[in-house]
């Protein structure tokens, strides 16, 4: 199957997930057959370039980008993007390789944006009617919501889940985009990629999922990570107050 006949491209960037890569793959694949999945794996000392080798040489859908070493994940999901649109990928998808994002879901995400041309992003949503989260703390619910509400409300934006990780672009909405500019990691990756969307004059669409934590491995998630996502999205907001958006394009 061509690029040119998938729905999607689904890009899931990996470091050390050689516990999970199997099962998501098998999840997406079986979920939505037509689509196929890129991993970007950043040099994982614990052979997951490896499996992916292996479930590729059986399956045509799977394809491996291997980079030299741990550059952060909006960076991959940047090559990600590049590698889809070099090969004229119609939907370029977000997926976490830790099982946390529903491959169940990702038709609906898919149909979303398909059903209407209008719409260039539709996020995975865990705080929409229909949403949710297991097995999470009280402390962590409440950090998610409380940022999410504060980026929403200072960045004038009417995304309830702005830092969510799984989401489907419209590729001719990233190709829009200046994606040398991106140096953001972690949940400031997905503001920052919000607000180019919204930027360009893109419909946003929110599907409930439900968000389930990882069972194996290691979260990346670190508190610089949470601090620099803070920072930006208090200086965009600053930024569109005063009306100086910055150019994302």
């Known amino acids: 199957m061509s690029p040119a006949e998938t729905t999607a491209l689904v890009i899931v960037p990996t470091y050390d997930e050689a516990e999970n890569i199997r099962i998501i793959t098998a999840a997406v694949l079986d979920a939505a057959p037509s689509v196929h999945l890129l991993v970007v794996d950043d040099g994982s000392p614990d052979g997951t370039a490896d499996v992916v080798r292996e479930i ?35 939907l370029l998808v977000e997926m976490d390789a830790d099982g946390s994002h529903p491959a169940d879901r990702l038709p609906a995400l898919i149909e979303a944006v398909r059903s209407d041309e209008q719409v260039a992003l539709a996020i995975g949503s865990r705080w929409v009617a229909g949403g949710s989260v297991v097995d999470w703390p009280l402390r962590r619910e409440v950090l998610s919501r409380g940022a999410n509400t504060y980026a929403r409300i200072l ?46 004059g893109g419909r946003i669409v929110e599907v409930p999922i439900r968000f389930r934590d990882r069972v194996h491995g290691v979260s990346k998630m670190s508190q610089s990570i949470v601090v620099e996502a803070m920072l930006r999205v208090t200086q965009w907001g600053i930024q569109r107050r005063l009306g100086r958006r910055r150019d994302r394009r």
Not at 57 to 77: I, W
Not at 159 to 167: E, F, K, N
């Open 56 to 90: 590729a040489a059986a399956d045509p859908r799977v394809h491996l980008l291997e980079r030299s070493g741990k550059l952060g994940l909006g960076t991959a999901y940047v090559a990600g993007f590049r590698w889809g649109l070099d090969r004229g990928y119609p």
């Open 155 to 200: 960045l004038g934006l009417g995304v309830r889940d702005v830092t969510a990780g799984y989401r489907v672009y419209r590729a001719d909405t990233i190709a829009s985009m200046d994606l040398s500019s991106v140096d953001s990691k972690g949940y400031c990756f997905q503001v920052d990629m919000t607000l180019r969307v919204d930027d360009l």
